[in-house]
Each structure stands twice: as structure tokens, then as C-alpha cells.
């Protein structure tokens, strides 16, 4: 079956630890999307990718990176750096640039600092 | 900047009440449209999308929507509502030729008593 897969769905991460989610798509898409999800803030978009080996800051992009090495992954990384990590990440997916199109989301990873 | 707004943070009825969310976007330009739901503990799911033709959108479980240009809304019905509606809707655009990339409103906590 085509999706996406995140891994892992729970993540615990001490204070000053760097961590990285993991974000996998088989649907031949070539853009790819980390958005974080607060309470009564709805989603917010953090990283965007086009295409393989670029990408840009979304609205919230301080404290993250991100790589996209290939077609199919879109790791997140929060740095130490992203003072109040905890939330709810949400990778989607999409076809590039086109003008009738919908992003595909994975299930979620919840991340914890404690 | 581009934004979305929904009116309600909290909406609280009873089984068979009807439901309207409100939901405006701030953009002058060619818009898709979409409501996404959260269940409490799921992912999020598509429940209707508008890229263009008749305004008025029919999604999954009885759910609607109505697009109106000229008041740059997009507001999501249901004639009667019943407890497993109990989520979280949101609210999102993307805007002309660039493909996936979502603009969230706040959420909708939407609460249905039995």
C-alpha cells in the first residue's frame, strides 16, 4: 500500500539532546512537509522540500533541520537549540507545484522532553 | 501574510443538533480549500477539498461544504451531528501553483453529548 510512514509514533528526549524523526513516503512524490501541531494553534509548517537535495524554511523553522538526500525520506531534525520541542510532528507529502493537488499525511510522531 | 481563521475554538452540542464551522482565508488569489478531522488519538483525515467547479463540496460522512468567493469563506456543515463526530476539524488552504503546501487554521474542537 502507498503512504507515509513516521517512526517512531512516541519520543522521549532529554533537555540539550539533539533527535531525529524519521519520515518515509512510497507515493512517488516530490514534495515533502514537517508541520508541528499545538493545541489551538492548528498545524504549522516548519520544512518544506520541492525536490531532492533542496529545501526551505517554513514559518516556524528556528531550532530544526532537515535533509532530503532522497526522493522518499524527509528526516526532521530538533536541535537542542528549539526551546519548547515538545509536540506533535506530522510529515505530509505532496506532488510538486501543481495546482489541483492534496498533501498526504503520516500518522504522527509525539514528542516528549522531559 | 496569508492566514486562515475559524471562528469557533470549542463547539459543544447534542446528538442531532445541526453544525456549521466557520472558516475564512486570507488570500486574493486562486485557493484549494480543505477541512481535515483529527479523532482523538488518530492521525488526520481528508473530509472534503475544493480545487474548483460547483461551491458547494460533499466529504465523507455527511459532511459539507460551502465555498463563497466573495466572502472568502469555506465553512463546513452537518445537518445532524452524532457523538462519533467528536474531534478536532481544521480548516486549510493552499494557494495557486504551490502544490501541498498547507495553510492551517487554529482547529475546531467540536464535542458531541449523547
Known amino acids: 500500500d502507498g503512504g507515509i510512514t513516521q517512526s517512531p509514533k512516541y519520543l522521549f528526549r532529554k533537555e540539550g539532546q539533539n533527535v531525529t524523526l524519521s519520515c518515509e513516503q512510497n507515493l512517488n512524490h516530490d514534495a515533502m512537509y514537517w508541520y508541528r501541531q499545538d493545541p489551538g494553534q492548528g498545524l504549522r509548517l516548519i520544512y518544506y522540500s520541492q525536490i531532492v537535495n533542496d529545501f526551505q524554511k517554513g514559518d516556524i523553522a528556528e531550532g530544526y533541520s532537515v535533509s532530503r538526500e532522497k526522493k522518499e525520506s524527509f528526516p526532521l531534525t530538533v536541535t537542542s537549540a528549539q526551546k519548547n520541542p515538545t509536540a506533535f510532528y506530522l510529515c505530509a507529502s505532496s506532488v510538486r507545484d501543481s495546482l489541483n493537488t492534496e498533501a498526504f499525511f503520516g500518522q504522527g510522531t509525539r514528542l516528549t522532553v522531559v | 501574510a496569508q492566514s486562515v481563521s475559524q471562528h469557533n475554538h470549542h463547539v459543544i452540542l447534542s446528538e442531532a443538533a445541526s453544525l456549521e464551522l466557520g472558516c475564512n482565508y486570507s488570500?486574493?488569489?486562486?485557493?484549494?480549500l480543505f477541512w481535515y478531522v483529527q479523532y482523538p488519538g488518530q492521525h488526520l483525515q481528508l473530509l472534503l477539498k475544493?480545487?474548483?467547479?460547483?461551491?458547494l463540496v460533499k466529504g465523507i460522512k455527511g459532511f459539507e461544504a460551502e465555498f463563497i468567493k466573495s466572502k472568502f469563506s469555506f465553512n463546513l456543515r452537518k445537518p445532524s451531528v452524532q457523538w462519533s463526530d467528536t474531534a478536532e476539524y481544521f480548516c486549510?488552504?493552499?494557494?495557486?501553483?504551490?502544490?501541498?503546501?498547507?495553510?492551517f487554521g487554529q482547529g475546531t474542537e467540536l464535542s458531541v453529548k449523547p
Open positions: 488570500y486574493g488569489g486562486t485557493v484549494n
Open positions: 475544493y480545487f474548483s467547479g460547483d461551491p
Open positions: 486549510a488552504v493552499t494557494l495557486y501553483n504551490q502544490g501541498g503546501k498547507l495553510i
